[in-house]
């Protein structure tokens, strides 16, 4: 089938990708900087191409939990949102992760805290990777930093949100959301039959027939011992997703004096410093996590052997630098450069950074 | 007459619906939530459906009531069984969706998604056990907990100064277009017992018009935490709750 060229948004791309990947619902809520998703997707008006449902929830505590029941059916469904709603899905992305189910969530970042700004921000790093809502749980984690990522990866999380029942989450951010960029896109892939979801899914709620015993999809477990069970299979689960699922990229690492970390929009960004430090004759290399979790922590450390000092290059307060220093065993001159609250960095300016703190 | 020759299919009178577990239920003695699902699981068998029917469990004392209905079941947070309901309802038309529901879960934390799904008409049957109090919890005030009523976070009595009015969300909803049939009913004695089926029923049966949500509310008692026998609490609901939740239904679909 040719592939087919198109000039889009990152939030245009997710919503595009979302149709064609044959996601059975996307619930959602208007945000700057991602209401394009949702906008899209209502123009595109899915229910006539493939039978995808696509509904404006009234917040997003109601979007996670629609996405939530959707998944407990086994179907193929997503929300997306920035910073603050994303805060108000933690509930639901808990008991998602706590009953064990597949659901894929976009994160197009904004500064913060609070209400903050509608500009482009990494600044929910911490909340995304470390868990984010209560109890024991991680959320796979995809960074991308092109609007060809943006599409691509929604294909990824759902693949990885159903190999291992857990939600995946795209974390971008208002620059990837807003830019237009070419993207390749597919056909349209056929959602699932209902047939193929009970047969795949058997623990999914599709109605009891007389042959097995009813699907109860539920986080509650009163009986301590068999709760910690529970959350000690979940734990299991994430060890197999940490020794499989790493993602990364090094890009001018072979001869590299110097490494900047950096994913997302900032790590676009280093590639442009990169060009301007090797011009001064500046060996510095770019290592680019893809999963922020799990986070590639052997290889970055593999890849830390060989160089004098990391910069950690984040639009945050230094969020990342911490899975940087625990990845090196600090055995590396590691520190963090960030602008935040909205403001993207200068390649000079992270130059600057570079040949001040680490240099 | 031996045991063998009394049991019998002709000599079946009664007999607990096989769309309800094994399961010893949790509920106190004397507790309405019994009595309602069995309603439900009866309408569920009569209807032929149970293959085709997906429950949305609360959290407040029926949270276990994926228990006890041998249905497929999913689990919601505190409030949003009306949200689940709606995707459930939407990515599965052809499958029997109903929420139950207590006073807190639906008519205060939950308020925001009981609303916009009854508003939206979303095809689902909604059942709503309101007996003015959390009963899990350990006795809270409630939003239909009524004026002058004891709770552990009232325990000199609800005043409008305090804690504001009982809430009648149930006359609330039925003003929304998106609701279709909208009924309150009790469970305290037989007679009532047979018209809640009957309303139970009808709210299911509506399903296959696809015309919005049917709410039932069902008037119901909590004797351990009104600290009554399980007697006294049913004179108390009728003497108490009835006068300010009138029963009957508030909204009927057209003939």
Wanted: charged residues 20%.
């Amino acid at each position: 089938m040719a592939k087919e060229l198109k000039l889009m948004k990152g939030n245009e791309a997710i919503a595009e990708s979302a149709i064609r990947a044959g996601v059975d619902g996307y619930f959602g809520y208007p945000i700057t900087p991602q209401s394009e998703v949702l906008e899209h997707l209502m123009i595109e008006n899915p229910v006539e191409k493939t039978g995808m449902v696509v509904l404006q929830a009234e917040s997003e505590t109601a979007s996670i939990n629609m996405v939530y029941a959707g998944a407990a059916c086994g179907k193929k469904v997503m929300t997306s949102s920035s910073s603050p709603g994303i805060s108000l899905m933690q509930e639901g992305l808990s008991y998602i992760a706590g009953a064990e189910l597949p659901a894929v969530v976009v994160n197009v970042v904004r500064g913060g805290p609070g209400l903050g700004t509608i500009q482009p921000s990494q600044a929910d790093y911490f909340q995304t990777t470390k868990g984010g809502g209560h109890g024991d749980y991680r959320l796979i984690t995809l960074a991308p930093a092109s609007v060809q990522e943006m599409y691509d990866f929604v294909q990824l999380a759902f693949d990885l949100a159903f190999k291992y029942r857990n939600p995946a989450i795209i974390l971008s951010d208002g620059m990837i959301g807003q830019v237009m960029e070419k993207v390749v896109i597919d056909d349209y892939k056929p959602r699932w039959t209902d047939e193929y979801i009970a047969k795949t899914f058997p623990w999914a709620a599709v109605g009891k027939p007389a042959s097995r015993n009813h699907n109860i999809i539920t986080s509650l477990e009163l009986d301590s011992a068999k709760q910690e069970q529970i959350n000690i299979n979940i734990q299991k689960k994430y060890k197999v997703c940490e020794e499989k699922e790493v993602r990364y990229e090094m890009i001018n690492c072979e001869d590299a004096e110097y490494l900047f970390v950096a994913y997302g929009s900032s790590a676009r960004i280093c590639q442009k410093t990169i060009e301007l430090a090797r011009a001064e004759g500046i060996k510095v290399g770019l290592f680019r996590p893809i999963t922020l979790w799990p986070f590639p922590s052997k290889q970055l450390k593999e890849a830390a052997k060989n160089v004098k000092g990391i910069l950690s290059v984040e639009m945050n307060a230094g969020q990342m630098i911490e899975d940087v220093k625990l990845a090196t065993e600090c055995r590396v001159k590691a520190e963090h450069f960030g602008r935040y609250g909205g403001m993207i960095p200068d390649p000079n300016e992270i130059l600057v950074a570079l040949k001040k703190q680490i240099m | 007459m031996t045991r063998e020759e009394i049991i019998k299919p002709e000599n079946l009178v009664y007999r607990r619906t096989p769309v309800l577990t094994d399961n010893i239920m949790h509920y106190c003695p004397g507790c309405g939530h019994g009595t309602i699902h069995r309603l439900i699981a009866e309408v569920i068998e009569e209807m032929g459906i149970q293959d085709k029917t997906i429950g949305i469990s609360p959290v407040g004392c029926s949270v276990l009531a994926y228990n006890y209905f041998d249905v497929d079941f999913v689990e919601a947070a505190h409030g949003r069984a009306p949200a689940c309901g709606t995707a459930i309802k939407r990515l599965n038309p052809d499958k029997y969706v109903f929420t139950y529901q207590g006073d807190g879960d639906l008519a205060a934390i939950g308020t925001a998604e009981t609303i916009h799904a009854c508003n939206r008409g979303e095809n689902i049957t909604m059942i709503f056990v309101n007996n003015a109090i959390y009963g899990m919890t350990g006795g809270q005030m409630a939003p239909t907990t009524l004026l002058g009523m004891k709770t552990a976070t009232c325990p000199y009595g609800r005043t409008v100064e305090a804690n504001g009015y009982p809430l009648k969300i149930t006359e609330l909803i039925a003003q929304l277009p998106g609701t279709y049939y909208v009924t309150r009913q009790a469970v305290f004695t037989p007679a009532h017992v047979r018209k809640c089926k009957k309303a139970i029923r009808q709210a299911f049966e509506n399903q296959n018009l696809k015309k919005g949500v049917s709410f039932v509310e069902v008037v119901s008692n909590c004797n351990s935490n009104w600290k009554m026998t399980a007697t006294k609490a049913n004179q108390w609901l009728e003497e108490n709750m009835l006068p300010f939740y009138p029963l009957g239904d508030l909204k009927t679909p057209e003939k």
